[in-house]
């Protein structure tokens, strides 16, 4: 079996490997493969109900966990997807506002989909990021 760097740093992440027997990412090679992030608080767990605030958090939450991975956060995302219940122009709007705060030095692929159930019952999104980076790899390997 392959073996590779995961990692489950945060409060949420040892949370969810305790519970649910998953990582928050994973690095292969130059590369940080993060599973989705929610809107959820990473100290006290409670899942915003606004889906703006949401949005805004799985961001906040994104770059938090890509950075305890080594990297350094948005600013190396060049692949997303996004999973909305429901998908409709104010989750849209709030994806946007967001890519262009958190990414606006350049733009990312990106592939949103409406879902009927997403991991917790009040989330309303989840994003999935992969984030391209060389120089946390190299440290690695020199460490």
């Known amino acids: 079996m392959a073996q590779f760097p995961t990692y489950a740093n945060t409060l949420w992440g040892e949370s969810s490997l305790k519970?649910?027997?998953?990582?928050?990412?994973?690095?292969?090679?130059?590369?940080?493969?993060?599973?989705?992030?929610?809107?959820?608080?990473?100290?006290?767990?409670?899942?915003?109900?606004?889906?703006?605030t949401q949005i805004d958090q799985a961001f906040k939450n994104v770059d938090l966990e890509l950075k305890n991975a080594g990297g350094n956060g948005w600013v190396q995302v060049y692949k997303v997807r996004s999973y909305h219940l429901p998908l409709n122009k104010e989750a849209s709007d709030a994806m946007v506002r967001n890519f262009r705060k958190w990414m606006p030095d350049h733009k990312a692929l990106w592939t949103c989909v409406q879902v009927s159930r997403l991991g917790e019952d009040d989330m309303r999104v989840e994003i999935e990021v992969e984030a391209y980076d060389p120089e946390g790899a190299k440290q690695l390997r020199e460490s």
């Open 19 to 52: 519970n649910y027997a998953y990582v928050q990412a994973v690095r292969i090679g130059d590369t940080i493969h993060l599973s989705g992030q929610g809107g959820w608080n990473e100290q006290t767990h409670v899942i915003y109900k606004d889906i703006n």
